[in-house]
């Protein structure tokens, strides 16, 4: 018995400790996809490169005050209505390149085709 707890120590036996097994070795990338799947992580990692995709295409990053996904659709607010107009222009090319970003930095990890279908300027 422990005089300072009054409590018995437990003595440690063979069963306490984990047994790691051998096992086959598996690639790095199909770990990273089951965590990621595991972890239900795949739509916020998705909304994140969209947002990513944004700012490098738009070149209005530093003007974007909020951005938001919803079906699809990027929602970003701007802080100047001259960079609204000016981008609302270039809307449609700027959604092919929003897109093309996206596929040009589609990882294995991603797993899937990921597209915006519409840019909405406030």
């Known amino acids: 018995m422990d005089r300072k707890k009054g409590m018995r120590k437990e003595r440690v036996t063979p069963d306490d400790f984990i047994v790691l097994k051998r096992r086959e070795p598996v690639m790095m990338e199909s770990l990273i996809e089951a965590c990621i ?4 992580l795949g739509d916020g990692l998705d909304e994140t490169r969209i947002f990513a995709a944004w700012d ?4 209005a990053a530093e003007h974007t005050i909020d951005k938001c996904l919803r079906g699809g659709v990027l929602c970003c607010t701007l802080d100047s209505s001259v960079v609204r107009s000016m981008l609302s222009l270039r ?11 996206l596929r040009r930095d589609s990882g294995p990890v991603s797993g899937h085709d990921l597209q915006v279908k519409a840019i909405i300027l406030r």
């Open 37 to 40: 799947r595991d972890m239900r």
């Open 56 to 59: 490098k295409v738009s070149g």
């Open 91 to 101: 809307r449609d090319r700027l959604l092919k390149a929003v897109n093309e970003e």
